[in-house]
């Protein structure tokens, strides 16, 4: 039988052990809120009844608004478009696009620059790059002063992830023939979308990645990262910020010309390794914005696709693929 | 009875578990900060987002990106890690500006060897000190990154003079000096001291502080200069924080356009008779209202002493150490 003794020593221990356990948790540092329930009473909205001094609008209390690099993170509500505007129009600026229309993706093109002359830019130089193999099935649509429609050809690929890949090489190389004389910024666009609502200055930075509508408030270990270590697209587990998709991304046309270079690049290793990244060019954008932050993230509102349910953080949808 | 065999074991288990426990869940929160260092790019790979929901607000309590999308920089807002990677990696030197003019030299020891060890602390920092009295000054001990450079300059009979001088000696200084030397500069009061590090999160084109006073029921303290006959005149309504003019900074170039322009309303103020309410301050926050900051610094990184902290304020990383409730 166990002694007295023995079952009390036992038992302390399982008590320490115990009480060891609850207090260390999982390990993480905990911050503590700062804050009770009622947030709002803390909340620094600069609002002063007496003297109307300083007012500004609520920030998103919802979403993450700025990076831990301190990049801002563009949300509806988070920017003023007027002070951005006329910040903005003064340095007459032209904005580039280039958007790939190979095949049957000729379709697509109409839509997009009706869409595009809308909402995108308004009241700026845009100049539109549209990389095509089929150049006669490119319709013509009628632009608004000030932007311009350039079909640029390029040869035909035998397969869809032959010409994903080709895409970097292909902005890279136009960028050095002929848009960095023509552009301050430059975004390179899916085709297959439509824009929907206002895209401004507000996107405008330096380098600019956008977050893919299907990874935005998923844990990091879901994100479809490149895992092979074979690939040079790899992020290890536990690594990475966000997942940015490829169907956006931008910046000063410097910025482009430089990392889609070292993306062709990567992309070029891992065709000599005979492997081919799991997103293709949406790997290797990751894993170059991993180790070359953006110093501008757009939120899901400026890549959206239609078939995933809308949750409460997506307030307004700028640019979307459409079916 | 004495210890037994069943009583050492007992002893011996608890301390393995023990021992166990701690190796895995280290009490220290050193395991969350590591980060994977790739020599070829510099810059970390590991993040410290949420690991299960990214987008998930790091600070509710505080606004933390203007409406012009410049950041305001408080504790828990940004990685020190990775700012300090990509600031590395350009080579870039930081000056610091300040004054010690008449009584205020009494501060120039505390001030320095706190801002030797906490301003921007492992980068080169060349802090330019004017001073009217500049045998005065003992010596002060700099860490091996840092320089220190002992300008002598003439003292003013009011205070007011001095202060509003600053913009001038700034932007003639940087035309003939400081943009050799440096590729970012801030202006920093005398009168302070630092108890955290301020690091290369400060370091952007165009940098204001919010102003401590504008947490407090002080209305009359930061209030813009409203006489219209000033140059430092905001109309009613406008102005979107209140800026101390105990920090501020930024790129060379956006600091030369900054004092210039200050000292030419200052200037001009002089001509008319006027004195703006809070002097250069009043200056800066016109400056900054129609040229706005690309980044902001919260009131973290300049607390006035006297006034009560409000929850909001984590960090105190530099405070005033006025006495006298003067300037």
């Known amino acids: ?323 | 009875m004495g210890i037994t065999k069943l009583h050492g074991l007992a002893i011996l288990v608890t301390a393995g578990i023990t021992g166990a426990i701690w190796y895995h869940h280290p009490f220290s929160s050193a395991s969350d900060q590591e980060s994977t260092f790739s020599s070829e790019e510099g810059i970390l790979l590991k993040t410290d987002l949420n690991e299960t929901s990214p987008m998930l607000p790091r600070r509710q309590d505080v606004l933390v990106l203007t409406p012009w999308l410049a950041p305001i920089v408080w504790e828990d807002t940004f990685n020190r890690d990775i700012l300090n990677a990509q600031y590395t990696q350009k080579n870039l030197v930081t000056g610091v500006v300040t004054f010690a003019v008449k009584k205020y030299v009494q501060f120039i020891e505390g001030f320095m060897s706190s801002a030797n060890k906490y301003f921007l602390a492992g980068h080169q920092v060349n802090f330019y000190l004017f001073t009217d009295n500049p045998e005065q000054i003992s010596h002060l001990q700099m860490a091996p990154e840092n320089h220190l450079f002992v300008i002598p300059v003439r003292n003013y009979s009011q205070w007011q003079d001095i202060s509003m001088s600053r913009m001038d000696i700034i932007s003639r200084y940087i035309q003939s000096q400081f943009q050799y030397e440096v590729d970012y500069l801030y202006s920093i009061d005398i009168d302070v001291q630092l108890f955290e590090h301020i690091g290369v999160e400060i370091i952007d084109a165009l940098v204001g502080t919010i102003s401590s006073w504008q947490y407090t029921a002080h209305r009359e303290s930061k209030s813009y200069e409203t006489r219209t006959e000033s140059q430092a005149a905001i109309p009613k309504g406008e102005g979107d924080f209140y800026y101390t003019a105990s920090f501020y900074g930024g790129s060379v170039a956006e600091v030369y356009k900054l004092t210039r322009a200050c000292f030419k309303g200052i200037v001009k103020d002089r001509e008319n008779g006027i004195e703006a309410r809070w002097h250069d301050e009043s200056h800066l926050n016109k400056y900054f209202l129609y040229h706005k900051p690309t980044r902001l610094l919260s009131p973290e990184y300049c607390w006035e002493e006297e006034l009560s902290r409000p929850r909001t304020i984590q960090v105190k990383r530099m405070c005033s150490v006025r006495k006298d409730g003067k300037k």
């Not at chain 1, 600069?46 to 993450?64: A, G, S």
């Not at chain 1, 899901?300 to 307004?316: A, T």
């Open chain 1, 1 to 323: 039988m166990i002694s007295r003794k023995v079952l009390g020593s036992l038992v302390c221990l399982f008590v320490v052990t115990a009480f060891i356990w609850i207090t260390v948790g999982n390990g993480k540092v905990h911050y503590l809120p700062y804050y009770l329930p009622c947030p709002e009473i803390f909340s620094m909205k600069l609002q002063y009844t007496e003297e109307k001094l300083i007012q500004l609008f609520p920030q998103r209390q919802d979403v993450l608004t700025v990076t831990p690099w301190l990049a801002p993170i563009i949300w509806e509500g988070t920017f003023n478009s007027e002070i951005l505007d006329s910040a903005y129009r003064p340095l007459n600026l032209t904005i580039g696009v280039t958007a790939f229309a190979i095949g049957k993706y000729t379709r697509f093109v109409g839509r997009f620059l009706e869409s595009a002359e809308k909402h995108f830019m308004k009241g700026y130089q845009v100049n539109y790059y549209i990389f095509t193999d089929n150049p006669e099935t490119i319709p013509d649509v009628q632009l608004q002063p000030g932007r311009r429609f350039v079909i640029v050809p390029i040869k035909k690929y035998p397969s869809w992830q032959e010409i994903s890949v080709r895409r970097m090489e292909a902005i890279n190389k136009h960028i050095a023939e002929v848009s960095h004389r023509e552009v301050d910024y430059l975004f390179c666009l899916d085709i297959d979308m439509v824009f929907c609502n206002a895209w401004g200055p507000e996107t405008l930075g330096d380098i600019v990645a956008a977050i893919h509508p299907s990874y935005f408030n998923v844990p990091r270990s879901q994100f479809p990262y490149e895992r092979r270590s074979s690939s040079s697209a790899s992020i290890p587990d536990g690594e990475g910020d966000f997942y940015y998709g490829g169907a956006v991304f931008g910046g000063r046309v410097k910025k482009v010309y430089e990392f889609t270079k070292t993306c062709h690049m990567t992309i070029l290793t891992d065709k000599a390794n005979g492997i081919m990244a799991a997103r293709q060019e949406e790997s290797h954008l990751n894993r170059h914005f991993l180790s070359h932050k953006p110093s501008k993230v757009l939120s899901p509102e400026y890549l959206w696709d239609d078939s995933v349910p809308k949750p409460p953080e997506i307030h307004l949808i700028r640019f979307s693929i459409v079916d």
